[in-house]
């Protein structure tokens, strides 16, 4: 014990000797043990008894005793000093961490009231150590217990702001979800009873019934969940409170006495209980601020009833429901003609009473906790997830145009803008990533891009069909000009010679096809010998003439009559836009990868 009063008394901050004071009074291995840790609170607990008391002797404040004269000397109370080495070694662990909880509690219990305050004002100042996960853990229950002792021994109409300072610490130091402190059962406080005259005085200057009436409404106020089960006692209830409100509404308040009360300058004497005197009841109902919380009370009590409890049996039933409401829509309505500021007013305990509301419900489902656990996000296989790009208008293109017109302002007049790029130049960017010998990766070749593929192949269409003919059978690397591709890569895509002696067939046929349209015309009805195997959309007389025509024979049934080709002609043209592509003279509409129609029809056969 000497060795801590000597610790006390040093100079220096509690790291410099704090655990070394230790080693030296209990001397342990390595970490101290069951035992050595309980003799050491006893020797701790023992050394604050003898301080308390030499400090009461001598007439000085418990947290100032021993504290030196000297202006020079910064040092606390010993007191102080002590709880500070205590509590520097519970953080490190050197020793139990509940042994500063438990000196803190047999300081409040030696104190007086007076003295409390100072103690407790150390404690606030010590709340972020105290509230460490490894002290938290160990002192909760004995600072709750501290706590709820000096509650117990404060006035609640003389000590208010002490008994504020006790509960707003133990919110900040418990977890919102702390099970202690939600009051899960939705116990009411039944022991604070509104003493009332039950009797009319000899001479009264109110209706003593209205009186009686007014203050019995408390008892269902201090006790909701008694009107559920008992259906008469909320009839009474109900009947009570409608002649309250009536008479309420009966005797309006005047703007100008409204505002003659400040409420602000009312709360520095403000009086938690209000006096029942009937003698008092005619000034206390010209008080806006009485009838204030006549209707915030019947709020919080329609509230409580509408709110649907655990078992059927708490549901209020729909009779009481209706009444509910309408006496729920007089209160606000009144609580809105009540001066000063009664809108405002109303919004405000609206919204208290929706966090309420909010706060049951969580109690109601266990009090689940609101901490919920960090997300980890998923790496992709190459390191990490890029993040997309956030364009000012949308996308790249739009904001690029946006750019380039703001820079210039004629570059959405400039006509050169406007303009359709030659085959050749537009697919030159994928002919190069289609080079080996290039090395560009595959993610970042032009295939990949939709638009610049979309583009390609309108241009394809209109200016190279042979190249997008090739799009089916290779792909979008298909469409790009040969001439553009390298020879090892172009030997992949080019045509067949078996494609080549077809073509030339075809161009053998075609000019058979004229020279009989110019020297004999059929009519029509000689053409449909096999009408009952053509499409009527899509005549197949052309491709049957061509596969005799390829043999060295035409029929003259076979033959197409001039109406034909210009069916076949029609419907080419209609499915194509005007101006779009350029038609080859040479091509026919029956060529599909290079092969003929007959061809197709030859496959299907077989």
């Given at each position: ?122 404690i606030e100042s010590k709340q972020d150590i105290l509230g460490k996960p490894e002290l938290f853990a160990r002192g909760k229950l004995v600072m709750l217990r501290t706590c709820n002792q000096l509650l117990r021994r404060l006035s609640k109409a003389n000590d208010v702001v002490f008994c504020g300072r006790i509960i707003m610490f133990l919110a900040h130091f418990f977890p919102l979800s702390e099970r202690s ?62 002649v309250v409100l009536n008479t309420f509404e009966a005797q309006p308040l005047s703007d100008e006495g409204g505002n003659a009360i400040n409420l602000e300058d009312e709360a520095s004497n403000f009086s938690i209980k209000y006096l029942t005197s009937s003698n008092l009841m005619g000034l206390e109902l010209k008080d806006p601020s009485f009838r204030r919380h006549i209707y915030v009370q019947c709020l919080i ?134 080079d080996e010998s290039a090395g560009i990766e595959e993610e970042y070749h032009h295939k990949n891009n939709r638009v610049y593929c979309w583009k390609g192949l309108r241009f394809s269409a209109r200016q190279d069909l042979e190249g997008f003919s090739r799009f089916t059978e290779h792909g979008i690397e298909g469409v790009v000009p040969l001439e553009l591709l390298p020879p090892d890569v172009r030997s992949k ?114």
């Open positions: 014990m000497d060795l801590f009063r000597d610790a006390i008394l040093h100079p220096g901050p509690p790291q410099d000797f704090a655990l070394q004071t230790v080693q030296l009074a209990i001397k342990p291995q390595v970490k101290l043990v069951q035992d050595e840790n309980q003799l050491l609170e006893n020797i701790l607990r023992t050394l604050l008894q003898e301080l308390v008391l030499a400090a009461v002797q001598s007439g000085q404040e418990i947290m100032q005793y021993g504290l030196s004269i000297d202006d020079g000397d910064t040092r606390p109370g010993q007191i102080p000093r002590l709880l500070d080495i205590v509590l520097y070694l519970c953080e490190k662990e050197h020793i139990e961490g509940g042994m500063i909880f438990q000196l803190l509690e047999d300081l409040t219990e030696m104190s007086t009231m007076r003295n409390c305050k100072d103690i407790f004002g150390y402190a939600v009051n899960i059962k939705g116990v009411f406080n039944t022991s604070n009873e509104t003493k009332y005259e039950k009797e009319a005085p000899d001479s009264s200057s109110i209706d003593f019934n209205f009186y009686k009436t007014f203050w019995s409404l408390q008892e269902s106020f201090s006790n909701p969940a008694s009107l559920t089960p008992a259906l008469t006692k909320w009839h009474k209830f109900a009947s009570s409170l409608m009590l329609f509230d409580y009833l509408k709110t649907p409890g655990k078992n059927d049996k708490d549901l209020p039933s729909d009779t009481m429901k209706e009444e509910i409401k309408t006496c729920e829509e007089l209160v606000k309505k009144l609580l809105e003609m009540t001066p000063p500021r009664g809108n405002e007013f109303l919004r405000s305990i609206e919204h208290i009473l929706e966090r309420e509301r909010n706060w049951v419900w969580w109690k109601r489902d266990g009090c689940p906790p609101f901490e919920k656990p960090p997300t980890e996000k998923k790496l992709a296989q190459d390191g990490g997830r890029k993040r997309r790009p956030r364009w000012r208008m949308g996308n790249k293109e739009l904001s690029q145009l946006w750019k380039w017109a703001d820079q210039n302002p004629n570059a959405l007049t400039d006509p050169q803008r406007v303009r359709t790029p030659a085959i050749m130049d537009y697919w030159k960017p994928l002919a190069e990533d289609m895509y080019q045509a067949k010679p078996g494609d080549r002696s077809k073509r030339a067939k075809r161009e053998e046929t075609k000019g058979s096809l004229q020279q009989v349209e110019e020297s004999q015309e059929i009519p029509a009805s000689e053409t449909d010998v096999d009408g009952s195997r053509n499409d009527p959309d899509a005549s197949t007389a052309p491709m049957e003439t061509d596969a005799i025509m390829a043999s060295g024979s035409v029929s003259q049934g076979g033959t197409p009559t001039p109406e034909d080709n210009q069916k076949q002609s029609s419907d080419i043209d209609v499915g194509l836009e005007a101006g779009q592509i350029e038609a080859d003279t040479e091509a026919e509409p029956g060529m599909v990868d290079g092969e003929t129609d007959a061809d197709v029809d030859l496959d299907v056969g077989t």
